[in-house]
């Protein structure tokens, strides 16, 4: 059987090192620079004719990875491939899924519509899907999610007793609440306002009856980490212990990171969806898995 080429653009090497593992891949080798002027060199140096490959390519602060991103797979398309995938791990423009305010673009329809353009099929991790249901309601190519859950349950199992689940907002509730089943965990799903990028307002969670569990929060994204912050300043009110945070996505912009620990997190865990120290869950098994059986 003739493998396919994966070709990984933008540095993810845990996932680049399973496929380098498994026989059925191989890794293309491509050559991406910058002119003086800053426009985009690329050249696929593997042959790529009449065979099936695949991108590898997490999508966080995606502006300056698209056009890259964009450019190889035509490139590739132009060299004869016969099926140009994309894994992206984390898919960005997810979370503006509606028109909050007059002249607002949906940018999350606009950033599907340009990827279903240039590749066949997408894999992602679980995408924020909020207002917008299904990838399947903005993409028109085949977009399947592969969900973090099972990884996150089986890290919780093996390192914390007695957690208590703590979602942040309604949004978490899809993650947290399965999490809190497989677990046999309690939960509590907060209220959230943003006010601004950096302006959030968390409800009080009702934590008396679990004075000596672990409180874990659950958030499928961590960005600047002020939904985190401030859910913590609250549990430092109310004198709960010290909470473990987890997210799918590590996004971390700017000092979220540090600003997160600063504030009381104990421990940050999340998925090698995006590459970070924090990185103590990895999917790239059941990503590969999920692979093998198409
Ligand atoms: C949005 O609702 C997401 O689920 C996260 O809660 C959000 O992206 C976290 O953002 P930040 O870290 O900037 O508060």
């Known amino acids: 059987m003739m493998k396919t080429t994966v070709f990984s653009l933008f540095d993810h090497a845990p996932l680049i090192e399973a496929f380098k593992k498994n026989n059925n891949y191989e890794i293309g080798k491509i050559l991406l ?11 696929i140096e593997s042959d790529v004719k009449g065979r099936k490959i695949l991108f590898v390519a997490s999508l966080d602060r995606s502006n300056d990875k698209i056009l890259p991103l964009l450019f190889a797979a035509k490139t590739a398309r132009d060299l004869g491939a016969k099926e140009v995938g ?5 898919l960005a423009y997810m979370r503006q899924d509606k028109q909050f305010h007059p002249g607002e673009g949906v940018t999350a329809r606009y950033f599907a519509n340009i990827l279903s353009n240039y590749f066949d099929w997408l894999v992602t991790v679980d995408p924020h899907l909020h207002r917008i249901q299904s990838l399947q309601e903005v993409f028109s190519i085949p ?9 996150i349950v089986h890290w919780i199992k093996t390192h914390i007793n007695c957690p208590l689940l703590i979602g942040p907002d309604r949004e978490s509730k899809q993650w947290v609440e399965q999490i809190a089943n497989d677990t046999q965990a309690p939960f509590l799903i907060l209220e959230k306002k943003r ?3 950096q302006d959030v307002e968390i409800s009080l969670p009702e934590i008396h009856s679990y004075p000596n569990c672990t409180p874990i929060l659950i958030d499928d994204i961590i960005s600047t980490a002020k939904t985190m912050i401030e859910t913590i300043k609250h549990l430092k009110n109310l004198k709960m212990k010290l909470p473990v945070c987890i997210a799918i996505h ?3 912009a700017g000092n979220a990171y540090e600003e997160l620990l600063k504030t009381g997190a104990v421990e940050i865990i999340t998925c090698n969806t995006i590459p970070h120290s924090s990185n103590r869950i990895d999917l790239s098994g059941t990503i590969i898995e999920y692979l093998s059986k198409t």
């Open 86 to 90: 994309l894994i992206a791990p984390y």
């Open 195 to 197: 006010r601004g990028d």
């Open 250 to 252: 590590g996004i971390f």
């Open 143 to 151: 977009a399947t999610v592969i969900h973090a859950t099972d990884e």
């Open 33 to 43: 620079r910058q002119f003086p002027d800053e426009e985009i060199y690329v050249k």
